[in-house]
């Protein structure tokens, strides 16, 4: 079945760092690829999405490309906050299936100031 | 607008008990989620309505796991003896359509003793 593997955390960074949380995927068609960030205390937020490859999606400064070739969504932002530190979530979703999304383990980002 | 509503928010119960969640989706959306999510890992799906209909649940373990939602809006979760192993997040989740972005409550933290 469809599988989500991503970077094992957690992660620390000093404020202004650079951030990349790596993610590939399995599937058996061509999914659609999300990233899901969740808050202490808060549900899963959608964060990004590309649904074909090369598509790069972005949001708040975070940006993932779908990579057919390497079949990976690596996450990345150029300057972390602290308020981004937050729990990072890759997920799939394969269109014309189970209609479900596949997530990985998480990954806990953790920023200092 | 207000998001997916779910309650309680924590609930700590003996082993053998019965509990129940709650989920009010998002309003106009067809299409809820409930997931389990263990302790460092990423969110399963156990079942996905469409209306009042459960389309997927495969992913239920039917001897103590029961569902329904009558009237094609809210929800609830039943576990019937509850086990050890069934502490964790369970969350809800809508959307507007199968195809349309999930959106996230912020789920209800089980804990069995």
């Known amino acids: 079945g469809d599988s989500v593997t991503q970077m094992e955390g957690p992660v620390t960074l000093s404020e202004e760092a650079f951030l990349t949380i790596n993610c590939t995927y399995t599937?058996?068609?061509?999914?659609?690829l999300f990233w899901y960030v969740q808050y202490p205390g808060e549900g899963l937020q959608l964060l990004l999405k590309?649904?074909?490859?090369?598509d790069k999606g972005s949001n708040k400064g975070f940006e993932a490309t779908y990579r057919k070739e390497t079949t990976s969504f690596h996450l990345e932002k150029g300057s972390v906050q602290v308020s981004d530190s937050a729990v990072y979530f890759c997920?799939?979703?394969?269109?014309?299936?189970?209609?479900?999304?596949?997530f990985g383990k998480g990954t806990k980002l953790t920023v200092n100031p | 607008e207000a998001g997916v509503v779910q309650s309680p928010r924590y609930k700590i119960i003996e082993k053998k008990q019965p509990v129940a969640f709650w989920c009010n989706p998002i309003?106009?959306?067809?299409?809820l989620y409930w997931y389990l999510q263990n302790l460092g890992q990423g969110p399963e799906l156990l079942i996905r309505?469409?209306?009042?209909?459960?389309?997927?649940d495969s992913q239920l373990p039917k001897d103590r796991f029961s569902a329904e939602r009558l009237k094609g809006v809210d929800s609830t979760l039943k576990i019937q003896p509850a086990e050890l192993g069934d502490s964790a997040v369970y969350l809800c989740?809508?959307?507007?359509?199968?195809?349309?972005?999930?959106?996230f409550g912020p789920g209800t933290r089980l804990t069995v003793t």
């Open positions: 989740a809508s959307s507007p359509g199968t195809a349309g972005e999930q959106y």
């Open positions: 590309a649904t074909k490859a090369d």
């Open positions: 309505y469409e209306n009042e209909e459960a389309v997927d």
């Open positions: 599937a058996t068609g061509y999914p659609s």
């Open positions: 997920a799939s979703k394969t269109q014309g299936g189970s209609e479900k999304l596949v």
């Open positions: 309003s106009g959306h067809n299409t």
